[in-house]
């Protein structure tokens, strides 16, 4: 299973450059993603995180764009008919991780939730670990256009990374529900935690439907 190793557009070489620069703006999303948390934390809503809070805005726009584009040519140039409804579904959900991004940066924004110092490296840690799996999870939807015998490979990762993200998240709610703060200051940080973990949830989601498309093309 899984061992085609060639281009799903090796005849149409504009599409799969559009393609390719939609997997390199999720993989932007995500680490810039890191970055404004990481930069929230030390310096709540400063200017240097306004600045990459309009970076990751822009990525997002960027990626929606595309995602039209794709979506077009896809139709207009009646590409690959047989497998056109699996990838217009992949490529609208590797745009809701995307998106996913973009809102989380931005409620760090609008909320401007206060974060004790005891609790900065446990965000960072499930922040680094939801992006990790939606690096994967691009990394695997790369190989379904480019290299299928590789989506196994890179879906493991995300199911492992995603088993993680679990556990850190639940580990962080416990600290967080144990500890001395207002109960509403515990359910905001709470829906933070959530809200970070969900974007690994729905890298997960992403690979179970990739591979079942993956099974369909070797067939």
Same mark, same amino acid.
């Given at each position: 299973m899984?061992?085609?190793?060639? +281009?799903?557009f +090796?005849?149409?070489?504009?599409?799969?450059?559009?393609?390719?620069?939609?997997?390199d703006?999720?993989? /932007?999303? %995500?680490?810039?993603?890191?970055k404004?948390?990481a930069?929230?934390? *030390?310096?709540k809503?400063s200017d240097d995180?306004?600045?990459? +809070?309009?970076q990751i805005?822009?990525? &997002?726009?960027?990626?929606?764009?595309?995602r039209r584009?794709? &979506?077009?040519?896809?139709? =207009?140039?009646?590409l690959?008919?047989?497998? !056109?409804?699996?990838v217009?579904?992949?490529?609208?959900n590797l745009? !809701?991780?995307?998106?996913k991004?973009? *809102?989380?940066?931005?409620?760090f924004?609008?909320?401007q939730?206060?974060i %004790?110092? *005891?609790?900065? =490296? !446990?965000?960072k840690?499930l922040?680094?670990l939801s992006?990790d799996c939606a690096?994967?999870? %691009?990394?695997a +939807? @790369?190989a379904?256009? @480019?290299?299928? =015998?590789?989506? @196994?490979d890179?879906?493991q990762k995300?199911y492992?990374i995603?088993? &993680?993200s679990?556990l850190s998240? !639940?580990?962080?709610t416990e %600290?967080?529900f144990?500890?001395?703060?207002?109960?509403a200051?515990k359910?905001?940080l709470?829906?933070f935690v959530t /809200?970070?973990a969900?974007?690994? /949830?729905?890298a &997960?989601?992403?690979i179970?439907e990739?591979l079942?498309f993956?099974?369909?093309r070797?067939i």
């Open positions: 899984f061992h085609v190793n060639f +281009s799903l +090796s005849q149409t070489k504009a599409l799969e450059n559009k393609i390719d620069m939609f997997h703006k999720l993989l /932007d999303a %995500a680490m810039t993603f890191k404004a948390v930069v929230y934390l *030390e310096q809503r995180f306004k600045k990459i +809070s309009k805005k822009q990525i &997002e726009h960027d990626a929606d764009n595309l584009e794709i &979506e077009n040519n896809l139709y =207009s140039q009646n690959i008919p047989d497998l !056109r409804a699996d217009l579904q992949l490529v609208e745009d !809701r991780v995307i998106n991004f973009d *809102e989380v940066v931005y409620k924004y609008a909320e939730p206060e %004790a110092n *005891e609790y900065h =490296s !446990r965000i840690e922040c680094s992006a690096e994967n999870m %691009a990394k +939807s @790369r379904f256009f @480019r290299n299928v =015998s590789s989506v @196994r890179y879906s995300v492992f995603e088993h &993680e679990d998240s !639940r580990k962080l %600290a967080i144990d500890s001395d703060l207002p109960l200051n359910l905001q709470n829906g /809200d970070i969900d974007i690994a /949830d729905t &997960e989601d992403f179970d990739l079942i993956t099974i369909k070797d």
